[in-house]
């Protein structure tokens, strides 16, 4: 190393030599898509809930109503468009899975690098930068911290591959 040369301070450092505050490496294992992506289909979870407690709703009150008919014809239409909506969404998310192995030909190890202006994450060979603008909220399962982006996108970090306290980098975003 040139002992004249100018030292570069963090601010004018370049691009490629800021060291990220955080970083976070994982492999997307069918455990960790499965928790992934019953998270990124709550909306759908959200409907089910809603749709079963309608539909007992409903069916209480006819029966007490002592229209017997309409409340076992509404519940079975009812129960049947729940079961459907159920099993379409678990069938995407196990569908989305295996075609991420299809495309990248197995379990591919992901990479998110927390700068203080910008996430770069990496998928497999893919790079993607996002800025903390785009960023609209962020939840946590209980291995994951989820942050959601346009489109009902998320961008997923493992609590056990950070490499700090999951707490400091909640405080952090």
Known sequence: MNENAPEISGAEAPEETKKPIYTCEYTMDMNFFAEFADSSYIIAKKLIIIFTVLNILYCLLNIFGGSYTSAAEYSSIVS???FVLYFSTKKGASLTYKRNLFSYGNETRTTSALYDDKILATFGKNEKEFFYHQVSGFFET??????????????ALDKSGLNADPQAVKAFL
């Open 80 to 82: 049947f468009l729940i």
């Open 142 to 155: 209980e291995s994951l911290i989820l942050l959601r982006l346009k489109y009902n996108m998320f961008l």
